[in-house]
Structure formats: structure tokens, C-alpha cells
């Protein structure tokens, strides 16, 4: 039995703070279905002392006026700090999600601490530009911060997805209010203590833990100026409604359904491993590539030999060390996903995998792979958010384009072949907001992410996410 961690609170203008209704809610291990703490349930009232505080800070505090060098060094201590509690907020998260442990402390941590400090570098970076103009005008532009920017956050990759809202609208100047996903509330407090004992002034940064509820209280409220969403792309569509009130400026990052696409004239082997990172995190990762389009000529051959490496993969306790494939996330997900695979049953042909209970306890489900699936079948348009992989058979180059941009998604994309022509016409074609060839799912902070059609609107990461948190003011002045 897990020791459960004491009542949260509210981080709210520099303090810790019990929510004013006084409730709280439980938080889970997913791999033991323990209840590991108790969570403050914010309301609109505690929302909206947060946005007062954030308010604050970007007007009257000493935020506004800390020097850009200062602003870089506030955020490169706290990326120390997360070097150095990395093994605690690792610890933190996996209990609280379910990933494995390795991918949390080995590829996730070390990704977000290396993002704060790719914008840290930028805080001093960041500014206008002079106009050409005659000779008695002087033109040029100011990049001002938005203002309260608000990052909502989905359970997938807590930490990763907090890091990549917090630090490029601190770089930028802005202030901000955090909203953890009601499941994963936890790495993200402890990632405030350390944005206090970093030092950040009072109301820079705000945390508000609670269900959907807090998440409309943000998305619709008049003083807020920016959201920045990754999520479903239902709830994308709920907040770009809501935001119109005062015309926030809103950025989304929403799902995804991505092809990866094999071409026969490839090592099988390294081709199938490729395939094989649809199981990363259990398949709930928004660019995972579940639409997998197998030539035609090796189908048989590819179907076989995935298979065989997916029932190789380790499902197991997410702390434990060989473990590659975790739980999902609850017990609500756990049965959607279920429902997909006994869909998928119906619908294309099952090779590996399946519906079966794994252990007594915990949300697991094994690594599922269809074949003979077809492009416009429910498996293979809706975004099922865990380990279930569809392999659709594909004749030549136009039929795979043709395929792959059948979707209302367009996250991301992998192509594998050893025809580099063919790599780049296709790249060039396909519609999603990155394309990875002879490789996949590769992030880089200097690189933007994010998605054409319904996966959503704007770019984070790399240079592109500063517009995300800037404005332009365009100055004239008579000489
Ligand atoms: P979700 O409902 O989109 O939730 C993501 C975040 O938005 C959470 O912090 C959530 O708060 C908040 N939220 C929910 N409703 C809101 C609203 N009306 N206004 C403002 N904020 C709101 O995602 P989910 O329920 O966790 O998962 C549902 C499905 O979304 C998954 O099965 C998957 O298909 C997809 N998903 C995609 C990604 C991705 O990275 N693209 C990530 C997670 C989920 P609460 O947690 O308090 O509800
Ligand atoms: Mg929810």
C-alpha cells in the first residue's frame, strides 16, 4: 500500500492556498489502482484569484521590469532544480501516469529541462524590428508579451507539456496560469515549489488543480489573454468557442490519427521497429503513428514480423526497470480503448494483442496490432489513444498519399524508403505539421510542433512558439 501524500493546495500568487470550496478529489496510481493523494479542487472563485495575481504580476510587479538576462537566469536555475529533483519528479509522475519509469527519467525530464533551457537562451533574444521610412519618420516594431497566458494540460506527458507552455511564455515576458489534467495533478506541484525556490516573483506563475470545470472557468474568462491547449480535439473545438468572448489569442495542440508509411524497398527490420513506436508510452502519446501503410508486396511478411516483436515487448509495473510497456491512464480510458479493439474485431482481422485482462490489477492492455484494415474504417479514423496499431496495405506512392491525407487529422507523419526523391515529393504532400523519413516521433526543441487541420493551430517549440507569446506594436514617429 502506497502512502497517500498529503492534501494539496492552490498555488496563487506566490503561495499555497486551500480552494475556497474546500474540496478536494483523489488522485491514482494506474498501475495498482491505489489512491496515492488528494487533490484542491479549484472553483471559478479560486480562478479567478489566480488570474488576479497573474494580473498583477504583469503589470505592477517587478516582472515587468526585471531585466531579459534576469528573466534567462530565473529560468536556468529552475532547470537546474529539475536536474537536480529529476529522480523525484520522475518518481512523481510515473506513480501518478503510468509511463515507464526509463522514458519519464531517461527521454521526457531530461526533453523538458533541455526546452527551458533552449527559451531561457531566448528571453534576451527576443525583440523588433526598424522600418525603412523617409528621411523625417522613424519606423519600427516592439515585440511586447501578450500578458496572463493560461496552459491547460492534458494527463499524457504532464511534465513535457507544462514545460513547453511555462517556458517560452516566461521567456517572452508573460505571466501564467497552469492547469494540470485532473489524473496527473501532482509532478506539476512539485514543479511549483521549485518555481518558487528558483526564485520567480510573486503571481508569475500560478497553479490551479480541479476537473473540466477549472478548464472552462480559463477558457471563457475576460481577463485571461492567451490560452495554450493540448488535448482532444472536442475540447479544442469547446475552448476556441469559449475564447471568442474576449478574443484570446489561442493555441492548440489536439490529436492525431498519423500514417507511417513503408515502403518495401526498406530493411524490414529497422522498418518494423519503426512501426513498433506506436506502443511508445501505451499509444497514448497525440503524434503517435497508428495508421501504419504496409506496401502491398511485403504486407505478409511485415504483419508476421511485427507481431512477433510486439509480443516481445515487456508489459509490466512502470517503476520496474525492463518494463517498455506501462498501464493506461484510468479505468474510464482503459474501457474506451477496450470498446475500440472489440470494434476492431468486428471490423478488420486481429493478429496480436487483444481485449484480455493483462494482471488483476491496473489498466494494462496489450500491444494490438490489426491487419486487413482499411483506410475509412472506424479503427482507423478515430483517434483510439492507446496501444492498438492498424496496418493497411498500400499499392505505390499516390495510393499511400492519397490514404495518408484521408483523415480530418494532420499531426504528423513518418515515411521509410531508401528513394530520397520519393521522401521529399511526398514530405511536400502530405498534410500534417511534421514529417519524419527513416525515422519517428524524434522531438528537438529547436524544432516547431503542431498540427494542419483538426490537430490544431499554432506551432510550440523552436523559434515559431515566440509568437505564440508575443505582439507586435508597430511604432511611428515624426522626427
Ligand atoms: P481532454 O478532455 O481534452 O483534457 C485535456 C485538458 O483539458 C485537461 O486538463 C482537462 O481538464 C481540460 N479540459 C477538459 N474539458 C475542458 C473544457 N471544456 N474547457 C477547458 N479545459 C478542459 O482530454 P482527456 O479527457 O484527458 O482525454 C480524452 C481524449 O483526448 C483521449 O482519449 C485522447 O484521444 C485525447 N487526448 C489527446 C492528447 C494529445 O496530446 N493530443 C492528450 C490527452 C488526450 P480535466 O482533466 O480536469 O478534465
Ligand atoms: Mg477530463
Known amino acids: 500500500m502506497q502512502k497517500v501524500l498529503n492534501e494539496t493546495k492552490l498555488m496563487i500568487g506566490g503561495s ?42 504583469f503589470e505592477t510587479g517587478p516582472w515587468p521590469s526585471l531585466a531579459p ?20 519528479l520522475a518518481i512523481l509522475e510515473c506513480s501518478n501516469n503510468g509511463r515507464a519509469y526509463h522514458e519519464i527519467a531517461n527521454l521526457q525530464i531530461p526533453g523538458a529541462i533541455e526546452t527551458l533551457r533552449y527559451y531561457a537562451g531566448w528571453a534576451t533574444k527576443v525583440y523588433g ?34 514545460i513547453w507552455k511555462l517556458a517560452p511564455a516566461l521567456a517572452c515576458g508573460n505571466t501564467v496560469i497552469l492547469k494540470p489534467a485532473e489524473q496527473t495533478s501532482l509532478s506539476t506541484l512539485r514543479l511549483g515549489e521549485l518555481i518558487q525556490e528558483a526564485g520567480f516573483p ?33 475540447v479544442g473545438r469547446e475552448i476556441l468557442k469559449s475564447s471568442a468572448s474576449n478574443f484570446k489569442h489561442v ?16 530493411n524490414i527490420e529497422e522498418a518494423v521497429k519503426g512501426a513498433l513506436t506506436i506502443f511508445y508510452g501505451q499509444g497514448q502519446v497525440c503524434f503517435a503513428g497508428t495508421r501504419i501503410f504496409v506496401q502491398e508486396d511485403w504486407y505478409a511478411e511485415f504483419a508476421e514480423l511485427m507481431a512477433e516483436e510486439a509480443q516481445k515487448l515487456v508489459i509490466g509495473p512502470p517503476m520496474q526497470k525492463q518494463t517498455q510497456v506501462g498501464p493506461l491512464i484510468s479505468k474510464e480510458h482503459y474501457d474506451r480503448v477496450i470498446r475500440y479493439i472489440q470494434l476492431g474485431r468486428k471490423e478488420a482481422d486481429l ?20 491487419t486487413h484494415v482499411r483506410n475509412n474504417m472506424r479503427i482507423a479514423q478515430e483517434e483510439i489513444f492507446g496501444p492498438v496499431a492498424c496496418l493497411i496495405p498500400f499499392k505505390d506512392e499516390n495510393d499511400a498519399l492519397q490514404q ?6 494532420g499531426l504528423a507523419a513518418g515515411i521509410w524508403t531508401k528513394d530520397i526523391s520519393r521522401a521529399f515529393r511526398m514530405a511536400k504532400k502530405i498534410k500534417t505539421g511534421t514529417v519524419w523519413v527513416n525515422c519517428y516521433g524524434q522531438l528537438n526543441q529547436t524544432m516547431p510542433f503542431g498540427g494542419y487541420k483538426e490537430s490544431g493551430i499554432g506551432r510550440e517549440l523552436g523559434k515559431d512558439a515566440l509568437d505564440l507569446y508575443t505582439q507586435v506594436k508597430s511604432l511611428i514617429v515624426k522626427i
Not at 524590428?129 to 504532464?158: H, K, M, Q
Not at 481485449?355 to 490489477?361: A, G, I, L, N, P
Not at 495518408?404 to 487529422?409: E, G, K
Open 202 to 234: 510573486q503571481g508569475v506563475v500560478n497553479i490551479v488543480t480541479g476537473p473540466d470545470d477549472v478548464g472552462k472557468a480559463i477558457s471563457s474568462h475576460p481577463d485571461i489573454d492567451k490560452i495554450a491547449f493540448t488535448g482532444s480535439t472536442e
Open 251 to 266: 493555441s492548440l495542440e489536439l490529436g492525431g490519427k498519423s500514417p507511417n508509411i513503408f515502403f518495401s524497398d526498406t
Open 404 to 409: 495518408a491525407n484521408q483523415s480530418n487529422y
Open 16 to 57: 499555497w492556498v486551500e480552494a475556497k470550496s474546500n474540496r478536494t478529489f483523489p488522485t491514482y496510481n494506474p498501475a495498482t489502482e491505489e489512491q496515492i493523494g488528494t487533490i484542491a479542487c479549484a472553483n471559478k472563485e479560486d480562478v479567478d484569484e489566480a488570474v488576479k495575481a497573474a494580473r498583477k504580476a
Open 129 to 162: 524590428e526598424t522600418a525603412p521610412s523617409t528621411s523625417d519618420y522613424f519606423n519600427c516594431t516592439l515585440r511586447e508579451a501578450v500578458g496572463v497566458c493560461a496552459g491547460i494540460i492534458p494527463w499524457n506527458t504532464p511534465l513535457v507539456l507544462a
Open 351 to 370: 493478429k496480436s494483442g487483444g481485449d484480455e485482462k493483462v494482471f488483476e490489477k491496473g489498466y494494462y492492455v496489450k500491444p494490438t496490432i490489426f
Open 69 to 88: 538576462k534576469e528573466k534567462a537566469r530565473l529560468l536556468y536555475k529552475l532547470s537546474d532544480l529539475m536536474e537536480e529533483h529529476l529522480e523525484e
